[in-house]
């Protein structure tokens, strides 16, 4: 009976975590589907679109440590509620945004909110399964549900902007947090904090606040469409702020970054090797989208369609990657994985140019999530046993927070020189030039193509093992 109901309580936990990361990823995947109506309708340039990504994943990464350090205090699924309380709410007032500063304000909002979900639900999984493969394939059905969400989403997003409007891709999550609340209970152990553990606790604001300082002021400097003095002033403020954050972090009894952890061989080059992988996978989604409606002409809808296969491929491929590891050795894997997504890249960056009907390009994009898909999951598996089980929540931390890093300063400075080179990245997305759109998405995607192979070299270095017992 124990082992039954021990079964039940894993099966829920994962369920839990994974669903949680579904409404995470859910957000960003109809988006990516809706971002040319949205830019037609609040008139937005081309240049500027990445900030309804940015805005997003900044807020992510500055707040995902805190985060962590709120999950690991007061138990998982007291975080799961209130995150996702706050991302409901914000959702709702970026659906209803009547400008484009509004809706940056509330995809903050929904960053906010969404650091709480992501290392709590991690945190809920690896708290309620054993390490090893049940850990692994959990970690995997984690990974699949994110890519089901990107699935999904994509679906959800084209048809909600066709029949209805984008704001509807918002909105939605407003429909889809009771669900998620209503699981939440009976699941995870309670978790009593005593008013004097509340005391003592060390949340370690003033870390958090010169972190999302320092990466936001690194986004903005790599932002083509800045006025080159805002750039250079945000470049000296990011560079203030983060020296000012090392010596916090290092004088503090309870930092929230441990620099000491950060700095051993597997923590940081695991992590280094998730910042370059999204960094170098973040053009992806952004371009495929914006070419697959402006450049061939496809509808919202007939988008999402051509993009299912891969959205497939990933899941399916992520579910294997156990089996994957068993035969082949994980090294090997993660050596191999961000490589075939860069070849995928590179390909995909040369068919652009003759400017091809979006099928033809399936097949690459197809190839692409096959790569990108393994390499998450060998890297969060990499993450989770880097730390002790107690530190849970700062591993889960740690590389949401690489990955939004990534995703944020490689997206904006990616899709900055590649309209830089190209022109038409102050246009407004109506006007635009399709041969210029893809001309900018070649060379995007050939970036994109070395960064990622760069992740393979690093995380072919990452130590086997654990880091900490």
């Known amino acids: 009976m124990t082992a039954i109901h021990s079964a039940a309580h894993s099966g829920r936990a994962v369920a839990v975590a994974s669903v949680t990361q579904l409404i995470v990823v859910l957000d960003g995947a109809v988006l990516t589907i809706a971002l040319p109506s949205l830019a037609a309708d609040l008139n937005v340039p081309v240049a500027s679109l990445p900030w309804v990504a940015n805005a997003y994943a900044l807020a992510v990464a500055g707040s995902l440590l805190l985060g962590g350090r709120i999950a690991d205090l007061f138990g998982a699924v007291p975080c799961l509620r209130f995150g996702l309380g706050l991302f409901a709410l914000a ?16 995809r903050v909002m929904q960053g906010f909110g969404a650091a709480l979900l992501s290392p709590a639900g991690l945190a809920l999984l690896t708290d309620s399964t054993s390490p090893g493969h ?100 945000g470049a000296v403020v990011a560079l203030l702020a983060l020296g000012v954050f090392v010596l916090v972090e290092r004088r503090s009894e309870h930092p929230i970054l441990p620099l000491a952890i950060v ?24 371009y495929t989208s914006l070419y ?36 082949l050795g994980e090294k090997s894997v993660r050596t191999a994985a961000p490589l075939v997504a860069a070849i995928a890249l590179a390909l995909l960056a040369v068919v652009a140019l003759f400017e091809p009907p979006f099928y033809v390009m399936v ?35 740690l590389i949401t927070t690489s990955g939004q890093v990534g995703s944020s300063v490689g997206l904006a400075l990616i899709t900055g020189i590649a309209a830089a080179a190209i022109g038409g990245g102050n246009t407004s997305l109506t006007a635009v030039n399709p041969s210029a759109l893809a001309g ?19 995380a072919r270095r990452i130590p086997l093992g654990h880091a900490f017992h």
């Open 263 to 286: 700095f051993t061989k597997r923590v940081g080059i695991t992590n280094g090797a998730a910042i370059l992988l999204i960094a170098g996978l973040s053009v992806m989604g952004f």
């Open 134 to 233: 049940d850990r692994e394939r959990a970690i995997a059905t984690w990974s699949v549900t994110a890519t089901v969400g990107g699935t999904v989403g994509a679906l959800v997003g084209g048809t909600l902007t066709q029949v209805l409007d984008w704001r509807w891709t918002l909105l939605i999550n407003v429909a889809i947090a009771p669900v998620l609340l209503l699981m939440t209970r009976n699941i995870g152990r309670r978790r009593q904090v005593s008013e004097e553990r509340l005391r003592r606790a060390h949340f370690d604001i003033p870390g958090s606040f010169l972190f999302l300082v320092g990466i936001s002021c690194v986004t903005l400097a790599v932002t083509s469409s800045v006025e080159i003095q805002i750039r250079l002033a």
């Open 91 to 106: 959702s709702l007032g970026a659906g209803l945004s009547p400008t484009f500063g509004w809706l940056l304000f509330f």
């Open 440 to 458: 900018q998405m070649a060379i995007a995607l050939g970036l994109g193509a070395l960064i990622t192979a760069c992740a393979s070299y690093f």
């Open 292 to 327: 697959a409606q402006i450049v061939t002409g496809l509808s919202p809808v007939q988008t999402a369609l051509w993009l299912l296969p891969s959205a497939v491929a990933g899941a399916v491929t992520s579910k294997l990657v156990p089996r994957v590891i068993t035969r």
């Open 363 to 397: 097949p690459l994009i197809v190839l692409e999530a096959v790569g990108a898909s393994t390499a998450v999951v060998v890297l969060t598996a990499a993450s989770t046993r880097s730390l002790p089980p107690h530190r849970a929540g700062l591993a889960g931390g």
